[in-house]
């Protein structure tokens, strides 16, 4: 099992870096968005739907870039706790892995439930671009899914190779 997750790592760590990348692109485009709203506002005209289209960029900004972020160790993590687990740590780190793996399963199911009702009764959204619904939160199911892969992953690695694959210096920067 041990070969098997290590053979993974190298996928593993480009699906998480496609997904920051992914998560920077919609940053990308909420810039392009705002920058033209208002350079249409200054120009007398309006963009009908910009706003919602905003804020389904920030929605799936939000959401593809959670695996990148635990992978880089920017999410807020229980090292206090751990730390005073002394040489129990590795079993306090298994069941945060455990319990978060569990939670991002259980996000990614329910994420991927409601996005194919919206699909089934053609959900439309409230705004001004009457888009279907269940098109913007395929980010959302995509970015759930990843982060449940990468919990699972790092858990996988906890238990079978001995450590998790966060990168240590991000947790120790930011202990200081």
Same mark, same amino acid.
């Given at each position: 099992m041990k070969n098997?997750?290590?053979?993974m790592r190298p996928w593993l &760590? @480009?699906?998480? %870096? !496609?997904? *920051? =990348?992914?998560?920077? %692109? /919609?940053l990308i485009m909420i810039l392009l968005l705002?920058?033209?709203?208002?350079?249409? @506002?200054?120009? *007398? !005209? =309006? $963009?009908?739907g910009a706003p919602d289209y905003t804020g389904?960029?920030?929605?799936?900004?939000s959401f593809l870039a959670l695996p990148y972020a635990l992978n880089r160790g920017a999410h807020i993590r229980v090292s206090l706790l751990l730390g005073v687990l002394g @040489?129990? @740590?590795r079993y306090g780190e298994i069941w945060c892995f455990a319990v978060g793996s569990y939670f !991002?399963?259980? /996000?990614?199911?329910?994420? =991927?439930k409601s996005t194919h009702e919206s699909y089934r009764f053609n959900d439309i959204s409230q705004g001004q671009d009457a888009s279907p619904i269940w098109i913007?939160? $395929?980010?959302?199911?995509?970015?759930?899914?990843?982060l449940a892969v990468a919990f699972i992953d790092h %858990?996988?690695?906890? %238990? /079978?190779?001995? &450590?998790h694959n966060i990168e240590e210096e991000a947790l120790d920067a930011n202990a200081e």
């Open positions: 098997l997750v290590l053979s &760590d @480009r699906l998480y %870096l !496609a997904s *920051g =990348i992914g998560g920077s %692109l /919609f705002i920058t033209a709203q208002m350079l249409a @506002r200054w120009g *007398g !005209a =309006i $963009i009908t389904y960029c920030m929605a799936a900004a @040489r129990y @740590r !991002a399963c259980f /996000f990614a199911y329910y994420a =991927i913007p939160q $395929i980010a959302m199911c995509i970015g759930t899914v990843i %858990l996988m690695s906890l %238990l /079978f190779v001995g &450590d």
